[in-house]
């Protein structure tokens, strides 16, 4: 959810501002590595999503008594999951160099 938050004359006490800073470019910079570190707390979760799916594909039995994980469904279902997880890892790398 985006929103809108407005000051008007607001006065900030020297003890309150960023120790050097020069206008929003400085309070926004910190923003710009919070982004990457964000992205990647994202890939970390999409990797757990992932390993926990593929771990229980293996357990879960249905049908026949075979793991779903021998299913072709389910195996096209988790190689998509893993290459595009691949790929963001490869865009947040992209992004960080």
């Known amino acids: ?5 407005t000051f008007a004359d607001c006065r900030v006490a020297e003890s ?3 120790p050097g800073a020069r206008g929003l470019k400085s309070a926004l910079a910190c923003l710009s590595q919070a ?3 964000i992205g990647w707390g994202a890939i ?4 757990d999503c992932y390993e926990t799916a ?3 594909a293996g357990i879960r039995k249905q049908f026949d008594g075979k793991p779903i ?4 469904l389910v195996q096209e279902k ?4 893993i290459t595009e997880i ?8 992209h992004a960080g160099g």
């Open 69 to 72: 994980a021998s299913h072709q």
């Open 44 to 47: 970390g979760a999409a990797m």
């Open 86 to 93: 691949t790929k963001a890892q490869l865009l947040a790398l």
């Open 35 to 37: 982004r990457f570190g």
């Open 54 to 56: 593929r771990r229980y």
């Open 16 to 18: 309150g501002r960023l």
């Open 1 to 5: 959810m985006t929103s809108t938050l």
């Open 78 to 81: 988790l190689a998509w999951m």
